[in-house]
């Protein structure tokens, strides 16, 4: 079974910094566009950062220059670096896997908790 597993979410104080990781297993995970999401309470989910499989990176405006996404494909896993955390970044995260030649193998992880609050 295809599987994606967060992990690093936690409290933390605006302006600080966490480190998310998403581990794969049962894919080629070489071959995968790797995207984080989020999802505040009420809110839709919003693409934050991507990683295409051969390594061109993406950001949305809200986190560009604070967040970096990287992966480690010997270690079947992606990075979310975040830094000058604020509370509109609250939200769970989540992890999602693309098979960079066919779309319809897509995978999404359970989602790791963000909370930035004093």
């Known amino acids: 079974q295809e599987r994606l597993v967060e992990s690093g979410g936690d409290l933390v104080q605006p302006g600080g910094s966490l480190r998310l990781s998403c581990v794969a297993s049962?894919?080629?995970?070489?071959?995968?566009?790797i995207a984080w999401y989020r999802q505040a309470p009420g809110k839709e989910r919003e693409e934050v950062a991507t990683?295409?499989?051969?390594?061109?990176?993406n950001y949305a405006d809200s986190v560009k220059g604070r967040f970096t996404i990287s992966r480690d494909n010997d270690k079947n896993t992606v990075y979310l670096q975040m830094n000058e955390l604020k509370p509109e970044d609250t939200a769970v995260y989540y992890c999602?896997?693309?098979?960079?030649?066919?779309?319809?193998?897509?995978?999404w992880g359970q989602g790791t908790q963000v909370t930035v609050s004093s």
């Open positions: 999602n896997a693309i098979f960079f030649k066919n779309s319809k193998y897509n995978y």
């Open positions: 049962r894919i080629t995970f070489g071959q995968y566009n």
């Open positions: 990683i295409a499989w051969n390594g061109p990176t």
